[in-house]
């Protein structure tokens, strides 16, 4: 549910990295701050807790175009990977905009992009969304590694309903902007239809 601040035109959108514990989220978010000029992005903000952290930063894209004459903000964050950490994440999925799944693309590591995943359509219809009908792009991480899983059997079991989807190595950047401008764009485009 993107804000309008009509004092600085501007809209207000949140974008929300899902994923287990572990597969980059927090990575992505740490590139594209690293990568993004000063003078258009605000602070990084860590939620940090014993063994989670949860970032937050917010980032005025400047050549994504106006709607209708105001400048479009996007908010970025990161949910907490574990599990037990589920309040939280219904908590940062509150007024949503767009989402990021980030799988992790270890063999090893399928269960828990499935239960993730899963995770993730569940905490959104609780709040009335329903991920198919959201700005939605799904990011295999750690594609540089020896171990990552065939990308077509990633896709089998976590984008049946074919969703952009991208390869990445976030801690290269490779496809974190990919990624980032992909979702952007779904979320602008929604935000048209909806002006």
Same mark, same amino acid.
């Given at each position: 549910m993107s804000f309008i601040n009509y004092s600085s035109r501007e809209i207000n959108c949140k974008l929300v990295y899902y994923g287990p514990g572990l597969c980059g989220k927090t990575t992505n978010l740490q590139y594209i701050y690293a990568k993004t000029s000063p003078d258009a992005k605000g602070k990084m903000i860590s939620l940090a807790t014993e063994t989670e952290r949860t970032l937050f930063f917010d980032f005025l894209p400047l050549s994504l175009g106006e709607i209708r004459g105001f400048k479009t903000r996007f908010h970025l964050y990161t949910v907490p990977g574990q599990v037990f950490y589920d309040a939280s994440r219904k908590l940062i999925l509150?007024? /949503?905009? %767009?989402? /990021?799944? /980030?799988?992790? $693309?270890?063999? !090893?590591?399928? *269960?828990? @992009?499935?239960?993730?995943l899963d995770?993730?359509? $569940? @905490?959104?219809? *609780?709040? %009335?969304?329903n991920l198919d009908k959201l700005p939605y792009v799904i990011q295999y991480n750690k594609r540089d590694l020896p171990n990552a899983s065939p990308v077509e059997e990633l896709?089998?079991?976590?984008?049946?309903?074919?969703?952009? !989807?991208?390869e990445a190595s976030a801690t290269a950047g490779v496809g974190v902007f990919d990624t980032l401008k992909a979702v952007a764009k779904a979320v602008l485009t929604e935000l048209k239809r909806g002006a």
């Open positions: 509150k007024g /949503v905009d %767009g989402c /990021v799944f /980030v799988a992790d $693309s270890q063999i !090893e590591r399928m *269960e828990a @992009n499935i239960e993730s995770n993730l359509r $569940s @905490n959104l219809a *609780e709040q %009335g969304y896709r089998q079991l976590l984008n049946p309903t074919n969703m952009p !989807e991208f």
